[in-house]
């Protein structure tokens, strides 16, 4: 299977701060892969580097075959990038914040119209093209950026924290979309602080620790390493315990063997957030 990003030995310094170390990592074509860690853990600075905002400290990274360090033009030709904040142009409304982002990537002006068109209607937006930015809600600016980062067709989409802020319903439109965009076979590399996002849309994850990539795989593999299934007693009524086994018939055993004045029990499957708390410590977004 084709690799749409290689990395080979990334590391990046801050001064003496070590915020990635060593990285090797590949991205396959057509996959939607998550990108999971603390914060602080090197997420954001692997991401600036990828997209050619920092340059390495040493290592090397190749986009569809042409390293991001040595021809950065050609690397921004294939990526598409979504960030967490909002980047429009908030004096122009959103017809007009897509024509100019297709301006700065040199689409032909006979084609502008069409494809901002195009994009406005996958995207759900259609009717909402001549308002200004600001009066559209949290859910249709995360679409509208989404839209524009698809301006130039690229490869590879980049979405940091996609759906941060957004509520259920609004979330679960928002990984239609991201679906969508992996079936017309847009590559996505995802970061996210719900772990239940990664277990939806991801077809493998890495998990970041303090710039070292600890876990890689597809979900359920990773479920697997520490067990697919999980017990948690409740002790004391002030303290969850959390114990995981490789089956249901090994942790219903545990449970009978508990005292009977153990607490609230309960016994389900294990989930991705398992896996990050037992390898990191932390949940999810916690510093």
Not at 20 to 27: A, K, R, Y
Not at 60 to 81: A, D, H, M, Q, T
Not at 153 to 170: A, M, N, R
């Amino acid at each position: 299977m084709e690799e749409v990003i290689t990395i080979r030995n990334l590391t990046k310094k801050y001064n003496d701060v070590c915020a990635v170390e060593n990285l090797n990592l590949g991205v396959n074509s057509g996959e939607i892969f998550g990108f999971l860690g603390p914060n602080g853990a090197g997420k954001t600075t692997t991401i600036r580097v990828l997209t050619t905002l920092t340059k390495p400290s040493s290592g090397s990274i190749w986009i569809s075959g042409f390293e991001v360090e040595k021809e950065p033009g050609k690397v921004k030709e294939l990526i598409g990038v979504v960030q967490q904040h909002l980047t429009f142009d908030l004096d122009l409304n959103l017809r007009e914040n897509m024509e100019l982002h297709a301006r700065l990537h040199h689409i032909p002006s006979s084609e502008r119209k069409q494809r901002v068109d195009e994009l406005l209607d996958f995207v759900g937006l259609a009717n909402q093209s001549e308002k200004m930015v600001e009066e559209l809600s949290g859910g249709m600016k995360k679409a509208a950026m989404i839209a524009r980062a698809l301006i130039h067709k690229p490869k590879l989409l980049f979405l940091d924290e996609p759906t941060v802020g957004l509520d259920v319903q609004v979330r679960r439109r928002m990984w239609d979309l991201i679906r969508s965009l992996s079936r017309n076979g847009t590559t996505i590399f995802l970061t996210t602080h719900y772990i239940e996002e990664a277990e939806a849309l991801c077809q493998r994850v890495g998990i970041v620790h303090q710039g070292h990539l600890i876990a890689l795989g597809k979900p359920s593999e990773l479920r697997q390493t520490v067990g697919m299934v999980t017990v948690e007693v409740l002790v004391d009524g002030a303290f969850t315990r959390y114990e995981h086994f490789a089956n249901r018939e090994a942790a219903n055993r545990y449970v009978q063997s508990l005292s009977s004045d153990a607490g609230t029990i309960i016994i389900r499957d294990s989930s991705l957030e398992d896996v990050f708390v037992e390898l990191t410590g932390k949940k999810v977004g916690e510093g």
